[in-house]
């Protein structure tokens, strides 16, 4: 099969959907795949065609919000380049600019088209209103989004129920959603594949010692991630247990926000934030950790929270519907309803090391269920599906347009 992946971001882009996008791309193409990707350039204004990954690089203007790119909806250089390649399926990963050209595209040449959505947008607006009209903000999502997710595509991919409910009950959509949970190469989070070198050199450089209990936040530092939570409860806990730690991994518009509110309450020294962290170095920063801490209700699945089990940190993750197919109480890591259970939770782990060695283990069990390579067998039943789908609406169409040119039909 011939698989096109659509997508703003991509590679040297750091992301949960990145990893999503490498990780269905590897899998799918050791299944005997070809897979291309169409992507914004975040690194210039020019086209670019990667001929050794099938990667082409899409010109564009920067948006403003985290280093994206917005392209044209139609880039004429990039149409002869992609009909070579002779799709029979296009997987779209989002709603703007390069989704647009997606759907046109897979439109003007008959190519079934996949999509998958992967972000909340109404809890984002705030981005763009700045606290301003967010309720007709949100109506003019909602409109987009059935509109992108229903009216344009073939057949629609959710990670959760979560999504899965709000197209069904809110959105009311009638087309057909499957649920497929994004899976990660688990592989790679597992402690015995980790450079054992490279994580003493970050406990050397983030100063962290055998003693010291550290949590784990990997992810975007922005208002929807509820990081003050976490800070609040580790300023909490470390009142009783100083040797707790808290390493905020990641990169985002209010990192400086938080880092003067850690100060305020002068937890700095039990408070670290890392910055932008590589891809290639992500598995080593999880096994700085003991266990993963997440406070965040705006995910659809939350991918960091698999990456944290393949490493065996148990997870404790905010009482949202995103993380209740996931975290397990007693087996893998706890929810918590409020910074109370947050904090009593760290404490009781921190207090029982067989309980924290038990939920070591369900984490990584747990993990094994979100293999990349059960995830590419799912997404290629659906490419499937489209593509039999496709088929048979165009034999609609020929049966129907032969039916009206008939010269018997009376």
Not at 174 to 190: A, D, K, S
Not at 354 to 374: D, N, P, V
Request: glycine share 4%; aromatic share 12%; hydrophobic share 35%.
């Amino acid at each position: 099969m011939r698989i096109g992946i659509f997508t703003e971001t991509y590679t040297p882009y750091v992301s949960g959907l990145v990893t999503s996008e490498l990780m269905l791309k590897n899998a799918l193409e050791k299944k005997g795949h070809e897979v291309y990707v169409v992507t914004a350039n975040l690194q210039n204004f020019r086209y670019e065609y990667d001929e050794e990954e099938h990667v082409l690089r899409i010109p564009g203007i920067p948006t403003g919000i985290y280093n994206s790119r917005l392209t044209s909806i139609y880039p004429i250089q990039a149409v002869n380049k992609i009909k070579s390649w002779d799709l029979d399926v296009i997987h779209s990963q989002t709603e703007f600019a390069i989704g647009t050209f997606a759907r046109i595209f897979a439109k003007q040449y008959n190519i079934p088209i996949v999509h998958t959505y992967h972000t909340m947008y109404e809890d984002y607006v705030h981005y763009i209103t700045k606290g301003h009209f967010n309720r007709s903000s949100k109506k003019i999502v909602e409109y987009l989004t059935k509109f992108y997710c229903d009216k344009t595509i073939t057949e629609l991919i959710v990670p959760t129920k979560k999504a899965y409910d709000l197209f069904k009950e809110k959105y009311n959509v009638e087309r057909n959603i499957h649920i497929i949970p994004t899976g990660i190469e688990v592989e790679r989070f597992y402690k015995e594949n980790i450079n054992s070198k490279k994580i003493m050199e970050l406990k050397k450089q983030y100063k962290l010692t055998k003693k010291d209990f550290v949590g784990i936040f990997v992810g975007r530092i922005a208002e929807e991630k509820n990081i003050p939570f976490l800070i609040n409860v580790v300023e909490k806990v470390i009142k009783e247990k100083p040797n707790m730690k808290l390493l905020i991994i990641g990169d985002g518009p209010d990192k400086e926000n938080y880092e003067n509110l850690v100060k305020e309450k002068n937890c700095q020294n039990n408070i670290i934030f890392t910055g932008k962290v590589s891809w290639e170095d992500i598995p080593a920063y999880y096994r700085l950790g003991d266990i993963f801490l997440s406070a965040s209700t705006t995910e659809t699945q939350g991918l960091t929270i698999i990456e944290a089990m393949a490493a065996s940190l148990p997870a404790l993750c905010i009482d949202d519907e995103s993380f209740r197919n996931t975290v397990v109480d007693d087996l893998n890591g706890y929810l918590f309803k409020n910074e109370t259970e947050c904090q009593k939770y760290i404490l009781k782990i921190m207090q029982d090391k067989k309980l924290l060695s038990t939920l070591q283990r369900g984490a990584r069990t747990s993990a094994e269920k979100h293999s990349s390579k059960y995830f590419a067998e799912q997404v290629l039943d659906v490419y499937q599906k489209a593509i039999d789908t496709q088929k048979n609406s165009l034999k609609t169409k020929l049966f129907n347009l032969l039916d009206k040119v008939s010269p018997w039909k009376k």
